[in-house]
């Protein structure tokens, strides 16, 4: 059998080709409208950023990491979520030190080597964007709000759910207390635990809450404790919680929702799909105040998400929400073998391509078939090149949603004529 694309990893085809580019041009318009402007980040990074930024008892860097070492005996991974790069140029480059607030947004793919199944990939793209600087409330409530609009200018309004939890900070009083509370309490439920929980109990507890298998138990037991926030991070959460309706967008409290990464304090939050199966995430982010200072940078507070674009793109289909792939406005045909109509065909198609999509130019073959592959393409108009009006300087047009419809023009008033039908 010819070489396959490696298990994981996919092609993408158009029309989702066209779908992918046009949903990121969508982003694009609405994080610029919110001031975040765009980061360009290298797949590869030393493979230690991740394990000090992602968290080393994360599935990410646990399990799920593309390594590899280069010929200098470096470790390095491809990435696996956007957050630490962006951490780690802000701090190379001191974007610090510009003053004020830096907002930023990136665009590609992630690598992670999970089990593929529908929904989830090995390399798959990420929108992500990061607010720097700002520790109000309302920072994380306007990065909320760009993801949101994006989502609903792609037509996905109602359509989804906003999961919003309060995960505390790292004073001994905030998430130290709770984290400590549910690890006692998760000691003597153990036996009960999957095995994945079991064995990362110690390390991270709060990662049970949002396991598949255990989270939905430990929620319904009644004697799992709550965190119960300092007052700054209630504080906090309580003005994140007035000022996302007053930006229009309803949500639900979630306590169960830690999200899998380590680094997140106070607001977290996760927007899912009402219409794809199980792998509905379709965002997720939340705040990491500690994490610029973890990673030996100065005490700048952090917010951010990052939206997996093949979910969103599932979701769209799954609500029939789905544009129509961009189609030829022009089919240019010739009626006869002749290098004088071909160039004459050529020359109209470049000019009419200043302004519409052209296609055509399949010589050699009958008329007819050039029609039919006019039809299949979809085309609008059809222009036909013909031996006896190329001889009085004209051309056929052809309006191929009115099968009858067609009438001479001079070959020098074709765009003109092109231009005003279209804009008919
Ligand atoms: P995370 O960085 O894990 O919070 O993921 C953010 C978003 O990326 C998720 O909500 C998904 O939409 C998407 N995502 C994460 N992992 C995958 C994957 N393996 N395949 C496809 N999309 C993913």
Redo the contacts with the bound molecule.
Sequence with gaps: MALQSVKGFKDILPPESERTAAFEALARGVLESFGFRELRLPVVEAQELFVKATGETTDIVEKEMFVLTDAGGRNLALRP?GTPGAVRAFLQHNLNLQGGRTKLYYIGSMF?A?RPQA????E?E?IGAEAFGNGHPSADVETILALARILDGAGLKGRYTVHLNNLGCERPECRPAYRAKLLEFLRSVADTLCENCKRRLERNPLRALDCKGDGPKLKANPATPQLAPCAECHAHFETVKTLLPAGGLAFELDPNLV??LDYYTRTVF?LRSADVGSQD????GGRYDGLIKSMGGPDVPATGW???V??VLMALKAAGSIAAPPHPEVYVAVQAESPELEKAAFTAMQSLRDFCRVEGALFGHSLKSQMREADRLGATFAVIFGPSEFSEGKCTVKDLRAKDQQSQTAIAELAKEIRSRLNA
């Design positions: 979520e992670r999970e929904g989830r990939f090995r798959f990420q999200r899998g996760e995430a379709l965002a997720g990052a939206l997996g093949e979910r």
